[in-house]
C-alpha cells in the first residue's frame, strides 16, 4: 500500500465518499477512481463485474449507500434493505473474486440493538432485536459486516467495518423530508431566521418528535481522516466502531444549531413524527486502542458546516471535485 495504490472509492460524490477522496488527495494519493450512479449502478452485478474487470481496483472503499434519516429509512423499507444489499453484495464479491488487497466497509451505529446498554460495544451486534424505524438499513449493514467479516475468516485478507456513529459536514444532504436531523436543523433555523427579517417578527420552527432522543455526532472530515487511518495500518479484527464517544439530546442539539445560525423564535415538537431509538452511544475504545481518536468538537463542527451551508446553499449538494 503506497500513494499510488489503485483506490476506487465507491459512492465518491456524496458527503462521506468527497471527504475521503480530499483526505487522501491532501496525503498524495494520486491514483483514486471514482463512478457516479448514473455512470454505474452498483445494483447491477453485471455492471459492476465489467467495472472490476477493467478497473483493476487494488483497494476498495464503500461510500456508496442509499442512506436517509428517520422518516425516509421508515417510509422505504424495500429501498433501504435491497438496494444497500444489491450494491454492498456486488461491490464486495467483485472484490474478493478480483483479489482487492483490503476492502473498507462503512456501516452505521443503527446496527447494534434498540435497548442495548450503552456506550455500544462492538460485540453487543446481534444480541437482540432493532430499532424498527431503521431495522431495514441495519439488516442490510448487518450482512455487509458479516460477509466481510466472513472473508476474513475463510480467505484471510483485510476486509474491515468501520460503524460511524451520526455524521454531518459539508456536502450533506439537506432535504427535509429525506435528510438527518443535523443538516435539517441548520436549514430549518436559518429558513426560519430569513423569514424573521422578512416579516419583522420572530418565525417557529418545527422540529420532530419529543427532542429527548440522545444521539452522537461526528464530523465527516474526521471520519475521512479514521478511514485514511484504517487504510494505511492493518487491523487486527473485523468491526470497529467510529465516533467522538460523547453525545447530547436533541433539543440540546437544537439549542446549539438554533445558537449558531441566530434564530429566535420559538421550537415547536411535532409529535406525530418519530424519535427512533432512545439513545446510540458508541464505545469508542476499540478505535482508540487501534491509535484512531477524534479531535473536532460539536460546536466547532456545526460551525464550519453552517459555513458550508452559507456558501453552497442555492445547491446544497453540489459537489466540487
Ligand atoms: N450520513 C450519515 O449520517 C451516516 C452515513 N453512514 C454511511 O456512510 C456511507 C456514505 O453515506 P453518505 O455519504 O452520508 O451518503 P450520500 O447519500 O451523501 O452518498 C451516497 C453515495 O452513494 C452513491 N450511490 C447510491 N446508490 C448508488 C447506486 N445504485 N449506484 C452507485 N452509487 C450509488 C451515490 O452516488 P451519486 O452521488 O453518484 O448518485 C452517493 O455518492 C453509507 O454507507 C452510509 O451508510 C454511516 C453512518 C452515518
Ligand atoms: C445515521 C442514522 O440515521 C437514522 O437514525 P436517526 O439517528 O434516528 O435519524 P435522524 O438523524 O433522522 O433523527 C434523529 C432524531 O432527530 C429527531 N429530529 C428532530 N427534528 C428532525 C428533523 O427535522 N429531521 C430529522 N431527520 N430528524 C429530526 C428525530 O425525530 C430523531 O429523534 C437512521 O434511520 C439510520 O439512517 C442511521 O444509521
Redesign the pocket.
Known amino acids: 500500500m503506497n500513494t499510488t495504490t489503485k483506490i476506487y472509492i465507491a459512492g465518491h460524490r456524496g458527503m462521506v465518499g468527497s471527504a475521503i477522496w480530499r483526505a487522501l488527495v491532501a496525503k498524495g494519493y494520486t491514483n483514486l477512481i471514482g463512478r457516479t450512479s448514473a455512470e454505474l449502478d452498483l445494483r447491477s452485478q453485471q455492471a459492476v463485474t465489467e467495472f472490476f474487470d477493467i478497473g483493476n481496483p487494488e483497494v476498495v472503499i464503500d461510500a456508496a449507500a442509499r ?5 425516509a ?1 421508515n417510509e422505504y423499507p424495500y429501498q433501504f434493505l435491497m438496494e444497500n444489499m444489491q450494491i454492498q453484495n456486488n461491490l464486495i464479491d467483485a472484490s474478493l473474486k478480483a483479489d482487492v488487497e483490503k476492502f473498507i466497509f462503512l456501516g ?3 446496527i447494534y440493538p434498540k435497548l442495548a446498554p450503552q456506550p455500544l460495544k462492538e460485540e453487543y451486534l446481534l444480541t437482540a432485536p432493532l430499532e424498527p ?2 431495522e431495514w ?1 441495519a439488516i442490510a449493514k448487518i450482512t455487509g459486516v458479516k460477509a466481510c467479516e466472513a472473508i476474513r475468516k475463510q480467505f484471510g485478507k483485510d476486509y474491515i467495518s468501520l460503524m460511524p456513529t ?1 455524521l454531518y459536514g459539508p456536502f450533506d444532504n439537506f432535504d ?1 423530508r429525506t ?3 443535523l443538516p ?2 441548520i436549514r ?1 433555523f436559518h429558513e426560519a431566521k430569513h423569514q424573521s427579517t422578512v416579516d419583522g417578527r420572530p418565525s417557529t420552527v418545527t ?3 419529543s427532542g429527548t ?1 440522545m ?1 452522537e455526532f461526528l464530523f465527516v472530515e474526521e471520519l475521512a481522516d479514521a478511514v485514511v487511518f484504517a487504510l494505511e495500518n492493518q487491523f487486527q479484527d473485523n468491526l470497529y466502531n467510529v465516533g467522538t464517544g460523547v453525545d447530547l439530546t ?1 433539543r440540546e442539539l437544537a439549542e446549539l444549531i438554533q445558537k449558531t445560525v441566530g434564530h429566535t423564535g420559538e421550537i415547536i415538537w411535532d409529535s406525530s ?5 432512545p439513545r446510540k452511544l458508541m464505545d469508542v475504545s476499540k478505535m482508540t486502542d487501534a491509535g484512531w481518536k477524534a479531535k473536532v468538537g460539536l460546536e466547532e463542527g456545526i460551525k464550519r458546516t453552517y459555513e458550508w451551508f452559507l456558501e453552497n446553499q442555492e445547491t446544497f449538494k453540489q459537489v466540487k471535485i
Not at 67 to 71: E, K, N, Q
Not at 273 to 277: A, H, L, S, V, W
Open positions: 442512506v436517509g434519516g428517520i422518516l429509512n452505521s451505529s443503527c424505524t431503521n438499513y451520526n427535509l435528510s438527518h436531523v435539517a436543523m430549518k422540529l420532530w418528535g432522543p444521539r436533541i413524527k418519530p424519535d427512533g431509538t
